[in-house]
């Protein structure tokens, strides 16, 4: 079967072409397993440039100018077509000057328990306990949101102890170079 390759200008002109519901394209319907792992779309294949692959396609939602994937290691991440991250999150620390133990808040993972956070240079993924995403009260010092760091307090917040990934565990290339192309197998 031939191969055919979608980039980001093709893209466009289909998601306009086609009924859009609430201002998504889904390819597919995305079904969760027992363990919420989402089932993964195999034959809608996601790279860069310089063909390095970035994941599978899980959804993509047109006017954000994102795509949500699964990288070879089976996380769940976001980018840009630009190749910039997608949504970024804010990573809460225990300690003053964002050091300390890093903790995601509750929607940053929705209920998969392989999602990359990414902070400007740095990958967070939720510390798991018996394979279990691990909710704890804490009191927070400081917060790190788009690569800067600020410290506040605020106590009893319930958050998920994260830890720093590297981007070759996660499965993501260090640097993506538009433009980003579908494949469709």
């Known amino acids: 079967m031939m191969n055919k390759k ?48 970035l994941g599978y396609l899980v959804y993509t939602e047109v006017l954000a100018h994102r795509l949500d994937l699964i990288s070879s290691t089976g996380y769940l991440y976001s980018i840009k077509w630009d190749g910039s991250a997608g949504e970024q999150y804010t990573v809460f620390y225990d300690g003053k000057n964002c050091v300390g133990t890093a903790h995601l808040g509750s929607e940053e993972t929705g209920l998969y328990n392989k999602v990359i956070n990414q902070i400007g240079e740095k990958l967070f993924t939720p510390k798991l306990k ?39 565990d ?3 290339p260090e640097k993506i170079i538009p433009p980003i192309t579908l494949t469709v197998e």
Do not use: H, W
């Not at 289909?14 to 995305?30: G, R, S, W, Y």
């Open 170 to 172: 996660a499965g993501i």
């Open 6 to 53: 979608i980039t980001f200008f093709l893209l466009i002109f289909l998601t306009n072409f086609c009924m859009v519901e609430d201002d998504a394209v889904q390819p597919k319907e995305i079904t969760t397993v027992a363990n919420n792992d989402p089932v993964v779309m195999r034959d809608i294949t996601v790279s860069d440039k310089n063909e390095n692959f």
């Open 130 to 168: 018996n394979g279990e995403i691990n909710y704890i009260i804490i009191d927070v010092q400081s917060k790190l949101n788009n690569a800067s760091c600020t410290n506040f307090e605020y106590s009893n917040v319930e958050l998920i102890e994260a830890i720093e990934i590297s981007y070759e």
